[in-house]
């Protein structure tokens, strides 16, 4: 039972970056040739506070990838012969009986994602531009140039997706694993958790749409 | 037969049942043809009909667990058609009536399957691994002295009622094998918070919660998952409440306790 709280801290903090990350990410809609978000993009890269919780970050998802693995295969070995007729569909629902095919899929996808964007905005390997005359790496240009690619686009619509799901057994499996279960506050939690998951993950998945259909 | 609707028409049906010799041995689904089953028996009357034709033929009737057959007992089990305790929900095997299937159907048998329920014979499961559950820490064993008078020890009554509705888990197993972890968790968590929620059983909760799961994951259950299939098989209604009443419990305890180990 430790690591399924350590799964529901985990998850739940990696959920409160989600939403810094599409608040940042929203700047990318300011019309301004990329002005703001490569200055946010540098402030990102260099405030000592952000890089410490970069570290942080990281954390939580290795706890949180390091705990699903060895709960998987701890609850695979609970049942070693499987069913020759099972209908779990009859009592629970799918994303909740599929988060490690869905977080590996995000899994995937976030690698792809760092690969793109942090790796070379982190490690070098972006074009410059002058804004008030001061250099910056043009990492808004990679977001457009990334998102004129039908495939690339369809990765990430298909991430998001796949996070939604996630999310939405996740956001109030993570209260229930803590044992915060109450008549009163349970359906807001569920409520809530619903709208944060499908809110969030289409507010990620419009960024590349947008760019693919309106920025050529 | 009294009571008997004489509308029921007799059905012919395809059982496909998993016979295993023993612990050690491999099984397989043996198929098995049956006619004029009526729609008012029982699950277990209809296999009592198999066996009983399987014995006049010389071959070994299939062994499955029952014991009451009036669905307070938790022994009897059965994995039907890819549900516990077959497709209808709240109610036990023996308690399932063959009105649910029709004419023509294939009926799928299998055993609870769990890493922790081993396999003994055909249908029928070990399923000792709760008993040591319940040894870990499923009792009271504070010295209580004489009877008390009645009502000296105030429960509230909503107290009392949720108490009650944990402690009407049978035991059956159904939980652990509806779940896809094989997870013990709503057992576990009834057990535990029936006593919790009481009185008599507050002074051991911590010990109680804290050596109840180390014997659950001692042996070999999965973890929880969150999906609520137990709740929606389980044949007495046990709430997923119990669960997280459970979990408050161990955070509690292991924030608490003096117990270090």
Redesign the interface.
Known sequence: MGRKIVMSITGLFLCSFLVVHLIGNLQLFNNDGGEAFNIYSRFMGTNPIIRTMEFVLLAGFAFHIYDALVLTRRNKAARPIGYANNHPEQNSTWSSRNMGLLGTVILVFLIIHLWNFFVPARFGGLEGVVIDDVEYENLYLRVVESFQVWWYVAIYVVAMFALAYHLIHGFQSAFQTLGLDHKKYTPFIQMFGYAFSVIVCFGFAIIPLYFFFFFR | MAGSNPNAKPMDLTL?V?RQKNRETAGQ?VTYPMKGISPDMSFLEMLDVLNDDLSVRGEEPIAFDHDCREGICGMCSL?I???AHG?ERGTTTCQLHMRHFNDGDTI?I?PW????FPVHKDLVVDRSAFDRIQQAGGYISVNTGGVPDANEIPIPKIIADKAFDAATCIGCGACVA?C????AILFVSAKVSQMSMLPQGKTERKTRVENM?AQMDIE??????????CA??CPVGIS??N??????E??SA?ATSENLA
């Open positions: 496909k998993w689904l994995f058609n890819g549900r497709p799928t299998e399957r769990a890493a922790a509806a896809k972890n094989a997870s799961v070999g259950f999965g973890s929880c998952t969150n999906t609520g299939a929606a098989e997923l409440e669960i997280n009443m459970m979990r408050r161990f955070i292991k």
